[in-house]
């Protein structure tokens, strides 16, 4: 993990009273699809209006290879779900950190002229009553726990 050292007995120079030890600070690089906090991992998984309203299986990727998640009919951009114990091995053996997947909207820019007609079609049904469209929900309070770029 980042900030441990790792010391390597007798590899290092020769001295009066034997070979040294050689010192290794390790630096873990950011990767480009998942974000480490601790042994957890977290994976930002953009989906369709349909997954999202209907829900549906998407392939989510994990440090083994990628996975079949269920998404729940309903789903709200921000929501997340975990997989246990497909985060990282802590280095002292003591377990095995978790995957968050937070899930985003995917919403086009451009659509055909039937898409346009459907998605009218939908709107037509009041789905937020105007005294709901702006009061605060739960998720909208700032939380104390330590955040990460996915939140």
Same mark, same amino acid.
């Not at 990628?66 to 729940?72: A, I, K």
């Given at each position: 993990d980042t900030g441990m050292t790792l010391r390597l007995t007798n %590899?290092? %120079? &020769?001295?009066? =009273? =034997? !070979?040294? /030890? +050689?010192?290794?600070?390790?630096?873990?690089r950011e990767h480009e699809t998942f974000q480490r906090d601790g042994t957890d991992v977290h994976v930002l998984v953009k989906l369709t209006l349909a997954e999202a309203v209907l829900g549906g299986r998407v392939l989510v990727p994990s440090l083994k290879g990628? +996975? #079949?998640?269920?998404? &729940?009919a309903g789903t709200q951009p921000g929501d997340k779900r975990v997989m246990q114990g497909r985060g990282i091995r802590a280095p002292d053996g003591s377990g095995t950190g978790h995957q968050y997947v937070h899930f985003e909207l995917a919403v086009p820019r451009k659509i055909s002229?039937?898409?346009? @007609?459907?998605? %009218?079609?939908f709107g037509e049904e009041e789905l937020i009553p105007d @005294? %709901?469209? /702006? #009061?605060? #929900?739960?998720?909208?309070? &700032?939380? #104390?726990? !330590?955040?990460?770029?996915f939140g």
């Open positions: %590899e290092g %120079e &020769p001295g009066e =009273g =034997g !070979r040294g /030890h +050689v010192y290794v600070a390790i630096v873990v990628d +996975v #079949s998640l269920n998404v &729940p002229a039937k898409q346009r @007609e459907l998605i %009218e079609a @005294e %709901e469209r /702006h #009061s605060q #929900s739960r998720g909208a309070r &700032p939380k #104390s726990r !330590r955040r990460t770029a």
